[in-house]
């Protein structure tokens, strides 16, 4: 069964500093990647996805993600954070070209200090 | 980028009620539909997945007589929570597929069930 392990829980940041959310996943075939981020009582928004190719990913938000098979790890990055970034962040993983079930993560909750 | 609405944004209903959660994808058409629950500070839980014409089908441990799950159109796919409890109270987030094949999930900014 494939799953999504995200260490952090919560993570505090100064504003201007960078920021790396860790995503660990586990799935026998080849995983079809995702990074959402939910604000407070809002639906999800898709920050990037990896299918294949390239393995550094660009997402919206000047976020970006680096697939790295052998440590069965998505990291999400991003080089400059900003106040409006504070937000929970789940990352989700699927197989079958990204056809099947999306398993999600239990999030990280990102706090933004000035 | 493809736009989910649902409705409504939160309800409040008393023990013993039933709730409908409305789930539309306004500017495109979903062949599947899903429905997830989240409780406070946890992850999404996908809770069942909904074809156009036909029956849903849903996660194990998930009541389908409970959560009734219908998708009549292709814009379209609604969650009702029968004779609800104080515990079914949660978040729940509907998201539609664009697409058929890698198509991106587009998810609704969710409803609030609170049961008193």
């Known amino acids: 069964a494939q799953s999504v392990t995200q260490p952090d829980i919560h993570i505090t940041v100064s504003e201007g500093a960078s920021l790396e959310l860790r995503c660990n996943y586990s799935?026998?075939?080849?995983?079809?990647l995702f990074w959402y981020v939910q604000s407070p009582g809002q639906g999800l928004q898709l920050l990037l996805k990896?299918?294949?190719?390239?393995?550094l990913v660009q997402g919206i938000k000047g976020f970006e993600a680096e697939f790295k098979r052998s440590q069965s790890s998505f990291n999400l990055r991003k080089p400059s954070v900003h106040w409006s970034d504070a937000a929970e962040y789940f990352c989700?993983?699927?197989?079958?070209?990204?056809?099947?079930?999306?398993?999600f993560g239990t999030g990280t909750r990102l706090t933004i200090i000035p | 980028g493809a736009v989910v609405s649902q409705h409504p944004s939160w309800v409040i209903c008393k023990s013993g009620t039933s709730v409908k959660i409305e789930c539309r994808s306004l500017?495109?058409?979903?062949?599947?539909m899903f429905w997830y629950r989240q409780f406070p500070k946890q992850s999404l839980m996908l809770m069942a997945t909904?074809?156009?014409?036909?029956?849903?089908?849903?996660e194990q441990g998930v009541e389908k007589d409970k959560f009734l799950i219908n998708h009549a159109s292709l814009t379209l796919s609604t969650l009702t929570v029968t004779s609800a409890h104080p515990e079914d109270s949660s978040f729940y987030i509907c998201s539609a597929r664009a697409g058929r094949v890698s198509g991106e999930l587009f998810f609704g900014e969710g409803s609030r069930l609170t049961v008193l």
């Open positions: 909904s074809n156009e014409g036909s029956k849903a089908t849903y």
């Open positions: 799935y026998g075939a080849t995983p079809y």
């Open positions: 500017d495109f058409q979903a062949t599947t």
């Open positions: 990896y299918f294949s190719g390239d393995t």
């Open positions: 989700a993983v699927a197989g079958n070209f990204g056809n099947e079930k999306l398993t």
